[in-house]
């Protein structure tokens, strides 16, 4: 039984598809996020030289809480990084997508930033948003605000009937998709004493830099997505886990 560490609405989404492959699934959240209002007064930073990044559905939401996505965006460009934000945006009738890129790394390597020069570039994202990536793209002499639009919040402690299966080896292994998911849950497991219980187990993860993670903690058993979008990780758990 593999584990699923998303948020629920990611959680419940990728479950039905590894169910459907015949994949047992334990959930359990360790990420949920509160929508934040107050970055409504800067609405008027958007006009025509406006390009908006977006970096998760969850931004996506915070705005529609309040605005039409394809009235909102309807006069500014937009450069998405994963391909479920930029679908759910398409879905929503927003047409003005720029770029898709998979990853900050290809984002950072292969847009060109010379024609953004005299854009300003609106990041929409959690309280928890890759600064890293901010001071990359500032580095390219391109003007980059992030404007927090929704909160994370984490959980204090692993769910008893999670800690139970684990200790129980019902659980035999993990499905992490971002940096900040894998560092979360390294941390319960050492709160709840399941380190050594985990210790050779599976970890998937959606890239390298979440192995690195995982493997600083003295975890080696690791598969990493080739890719890092969502089919690929699906891909990558069924060829390890079908039998």
Not at 37 to 51: E, F, G, P, R, Y
Request: net charge positive.
């Amino acid at each position: 039984m593999i584990l699923i560490t998303r948020p629920k609405l990611e959680a419940k989404e990728l479950s039905l598809k590894l169910l459907d492959i015949k994949i047992n699934v334990h959930c359990d959240s360790l990420i949920s996020f509160t929508y934040d209002n107050t970055w409504v007064k800067k609405q008027n930073l958007l006009d025509v030289k406006t390009v908006c990044l977006l970096t998760s559905v969850q931004a996506a939401l915070s705005i529609e809480k309040i605005y039409s996505l394809d009235q909102y965006f309807e006069n500014v460009k937009i450069i998405c990084i994963g391909e479920r934000v930029s679908n759910y945006l398409k879905g929503k009738s927003v047409k003005n997508i720029l770029h898709t890129f998979q990853d900050s790394n290809q984002l950072m390597s292969e847009l060109d930033f010379q024609n953004l020069k005299e854009n300003n570039l609106i990041y929409f994202c959690g309280n928890n948003y890759n600064a890293h990536l901010v001071e990359q793209i500032k580095s390219k002499d391109i003007k980059c605000e992030p404007i927090v639009v929704y909160h994370s919040e984490v959980a204090d402690e692993l769910k008893p009937e999670t800690r139970a299966m684990i200790e129980t080896n019902k659980i035999n292994c993990v499905a992490l998709y971002s940096q900040f998911s894998a560092n979360i849950f390294m941390d319960l497991l050492q709160k709840a004493k399941l380190s050594e219980s985990f210790r050779n187990k599976k970890f998937f993860c959606l890239s390298k830099k979440i192995s690195k993670i995982v493997n600083s903690g003295n975890f080696n058993n690791t598969v990493i997505s080739p890719l890092p979008n969502e089919q690929s990780m699906i891909d990558v758990i069924k060829k390890s886990l079908s039998v």
